[in-house]
Structures are given as C-alpha cells and as structure tokens.
C-alpha cells in the first residue's frame, strides 16, 4: 500500500526564472585592464618625455628650459690635457732638475726656482726601495728623517739670514730632495759591495756625502737672499743632514 505525499506548488514571480534565462547567455569578453597614457598635451611637463612640449607647458609657469650645454672646456680626448700635466707632474722638469745636481761643481739654479715636490718624492721612494733590496725597512724613519731634515734647514738658513731672508719651506723641502740624488746612487751601489768592505764603505760615502752637500749649499746660497755670507753655516747643516742619511746606507 503506496502513501501519498501533498506536495505544495511552485509559484514563480511575474519576471519569469531569471535564472532559467541566463542559462544560454554568455558574458561578452573585456579587454584587461590598462594604465591611461599620457598624453602629449599634458598639463605635468615632467610626464612627457617631448622636450618640445615641456618646454613649451613651462613657459606657461614662467620659466624656460634651455636645451644648450656650454661648451667652455675640450670638445674631444685629443684635446685634453696629459693626465702628468693634470696632476702638476712635469718629467723634462725632474729630468732637468736632476741633471744639474750631477755637476756639483756647475749648478744650474735657474731651473730649480720653480719649486717642485714630484721629483724628490721619486728619489725619496727610490731611497726607500734600494734599502729594502738591502734587507732594511726603512720607510718610516727615512719619512719621519726628511720632514725634520726639512724644516731643520728652514730654520736654520732663515735665523741666519735674519730680515733679508725669504727662503720658504717648499723651496727648501724641494732642494733637500733634489740634493739626495747621490745618496740613492751610493744606496744602489752599495748593493754591489761586500759586507766585509768596511773601509770602502766609508770612503765611498763620504764623497757622495760631501758631493750632496756642496750641490745643496749652492742652491741654497742661489735661490735665497742673505745666504752668501753664511755659506759655511749652511753647508755645515748640509753636511749633517746627508751624514745622517748615508749612516742608514752604511749601518
């Protein structure tokens, strides 16, 4: 025996079954979302890449946008200076700075009165490296040694002279480099001596000593005033401050 269900009726509104009608519909396809160009015409000058129209939108504020760049330097490498120029160091220069200490007997001053310090800064590091060839470690003595041997002289030129002197301390710091050019040769040379060769030693540094101290004497006397009466002052502080440096040499 089979039971009966009541089952209610389905009333649907007077639209119809919106979801009957959409069944078949299909969704129109849109295109992905994009940012909106600027345009040309843009009220922001720094948005547009044409420097026409930028220039042009600023003048609206008041202002103007020059385009020209000043042309004041080189236009190419060929007419750029060598970068030794650039830097103040001048190579003929040393090369005749150091061709007039050779002669201490002859001493050209006049190419030593444009004061330099890339010269004795070279003979200063080829000290410094003759005596590590040696075995001695020497660069910050022979640093701490130039610096005093330096303003020593300064002192003590200018004490002498009283008024009449106007030796400054680069001239001087440039003189007292140039002057150790015999000093680096008898460091070179002394590379080739035996150690037992005392005697030699000493003989040998007391002429590039004494060879140091006349050509720095000379510049001295020649490049500043009031020095010619005290020559034998100078060349006596000469003498101690290249004996100074030749006993690095000899010990």
């Avoid at 078949?24 to 044409?50: C, E, G, H, W, Y």
């Avoid at 590590?132 to 041997?149: C, D, P, T, Y």
């Avoid at 010619?228 to 401050?241: K, N, P, V």
Wanted: charged fraction near 10%; hydrophobic fraction near 45%.
């Amino acid at each position: 025996m089979t039971k009966e269900f009541a089952v209610p009726p389905v009333v649907f509104t007077s639209g119809g079954n919106p979801a009957g009608e959409n069944v078949n519909q299909r969704r129109i396809p849109t295109a992905p979302f994009q940012l909106p160009r600027p345009s040309a015409s843009s009220a922001i000058p720094f948005m547009s890449f044409d420097i026409g129209s930028a220039a042009s939108s600023s003048a609206s504020f008041g202002g103007s946008i020059s385009t020209s760049v000043s042309t004041g330097g080189p236009t190419s490498f060929e007419e750029e200076e060598p970068l030794l120029d650039e830097l103040g160091i001048h190579p003929d220069q040393i090369w005749q700075k150091a061709k007039s200490i050779i002669n201490p007997f002859r001493i050209n001053a006049t190419v030593h009165q444009d004061s330099d310090l890339s010269g004795p800064i070279f003979l200063y590091l080829s000290f410094c490296l003759f005596q590590l060839l040696a075995g001695k470690i020497q660069f910050g003595v022979i640093l701490g040694w130039i610096v005093v041997s330096s303003i020593f002289l300064y002192v003590v030129f200018n004490m002498l002279a009283g008024r009449n002197g106007n030796l400054d301390l680069h001239t001087c710091t440039s003189v007292v480099g140039y002057c150790m050019l015999p000093l680096v040769v008898l460091s070179s040379l002394s590379l080739f001596l035996p150690q037992g060769a005392g005697v030699a030693r000493y003989v040998l540094a007391g002429v590039f000593v004494l060879w140091a101290t006349r050509a720095c004497t000379n510049l001295m006397v020649a490049l500043a005033d009031g020095g010619e009466e005290h020559r034998g002052l100078i060349s006596y502080a000469c003498f101690l401050i290249y004996t100074l440096f030749s006993l690095l040499v000899i010990f």
